[in-house]
T-cell receptor, first 112, second 111 residues
Framework: KQEVTQIPAALSVPEGENLVLNCSFT??????LQWFRQDPGKGLTSLLL?????REQTSGRLNASLDKSSGRSTLYIAASQPGDSATYLC???????????FGTGTRLQVTL | NAGVTQTPKFRILKIGQSMTLQCTQD?????MYWYRQDPGMGLKLIYY???????DKGEVPNGYNVSRSTTEDFPLRLELAAPSQTSVYFC??????????FGPGTRLTVL
């Protein structure tokens, strides 16, 4: 059974800092991996989708990497801003019908 | 293009009552999903559908039912609500490239 772990569970950084969020998964036979952002009381917003054949994806200040063989993905956020404060969720698709297995998230706070 | 919409946003049920959570997507996606999110537990898949008329169970289907009569709509039915079903429910649909898009959620409390 696929298990997804995100470390750390919470992170507080000053504005402007570059930071890395980690996601690890136990079954390397994945189809893709998706990073989401969730603001308090809101739904999930898709940030990046990495297919199993890709090593990384970039969108603006966000860069996600994927190392299937080691069961790891990282989300890199450059020049963090207070507006980046949210919970970041990693989800892995390992089966048919694209069913996602989620980690429990990293709660990020960017302070002024 | 509204994406994935869900109604209601909030609902309080008494134990034993029933209700239907509505989900609609306007992106013509074949695959749709229902997840629940409990505090500190991550999201768990309840049911999913790969197209109109086809549904299947996810990880936590007990106490729920679904139907998929059209591509756009994927309602989730709770029969005989229990306190354990207090949660936030999210509906999602999947694009052809495999990206999932989520609705804003329904916050359900069963008392």
């Amino acid at each position: 059974k696929q298990e997804v772990t995100q470390i750390p569970a919470a992170l507080s950084v000053p504005e402007g800092e570059n930071l890395v969020l980690n996601c690890s998964f136990t079954d390397s036979a994945i189809y893709n991996l998706q990073w989401f952002r969730q603001d308090p009381g809101k739904g999930l917003t898709s940030l990046l989708l990495i297919q199993s054949s890709q090593r990384e994806q970039t969108s603006g200040r966000l860069n996600a990497s994927l190392d299937k063989s080691s069961g790891r993905s990282t989300l890199y956020i450059a020049a963090s801003q207070p507006g980046d404060s949210a919970t970041y969720l990693c989800a892995v698709n390992t089966g048919t019908a694209s069913k996602l297995t989620f980690g429990t998230g990293t709660r990020l706070q960017v302070t002024l | 293009n509204a994406g994935v919409t869900q109604t209601p946003k909030f609902r309080i049920l008494k134990i034993g009552q029933s209700m239907t959570l509505q989900c609609t997507q306007d992106m013509n996606h074949n695959y749709m999903y229902w997840y629940r999110q409990d505090p500190g537990m991550g999201l768990k898949l309840i049911y999913y559908s790969v197209g109109a008329g086809i549904t299947d169970k996810g990880e936590v289907p007990n106490g729920y039912n679904v139907s998929r009569s059209t591509t756009e709509d994927f309602p989730l039915r709770l029969e005989l609500a229990a306190p354990s079903q207090t949660s936030v429910y999210f509906c999602a649909s999947r694009s052809g490239e495999g990206e999932q898009f989520f609705g804003p959620g329904t916050r359900l409390t069963v008392l």
